[in-house]
């Protein structure tokens, strides 16, 4: 298994646990963004820089996923095109996305875009907390288990 990040808009105490999971469980982890990321030096860590560009880094983690993968992402689009392909989604607070749930949240998205396009304010997401990091190392740790 390898684990790829959509590492455009991935937080950075997500990127911390991701750096600490790849060393200690050998796991190949890829950062996928469209800017410059500092990663810490290792041969279980990667970067992959693509053009800035609309997508371009999501269609770069569809283009490579494997079945078996994993991919870290908050993006829904993203996330239904690789669970498509067979690989496994969690997002950065720790909520796994699978066949079974991925077509309720596409909904909600769209549902969401209508009504943001529409002028209606929704407020955003909730800022990240020590418990969504939490939640999203204990994810991480029972998918890497699994894999073992």
Known sequence: MQIWVDADACPVPVKEVLFKAARRTET??????????????SPFLKFLQVEKGYDIADNEIVRRAQEGDLVISGDIPLAAEVIEKGAQVINTRGERLTKNN???????????????????????????????????????????????
């Open 28 to 41: 190949l982890v890829t950062f996928v963004a469209n800017h410059t990321l500092s990663i810490p030096p």
């Open 102 to 148: 991925i077509g309720a949240r596409l909904n909600m998205r769209d549902f969401m875009e209508t009504m943001r396009s529409s002028g209606v304010q929704s407020g955003g997401a909730p800022p990240y907390s020590p418990q969504d990091k939490q939640a999203f190392a204990n994810q991480l740790d029972r998918m890497l288990a699994q894999k073992r």
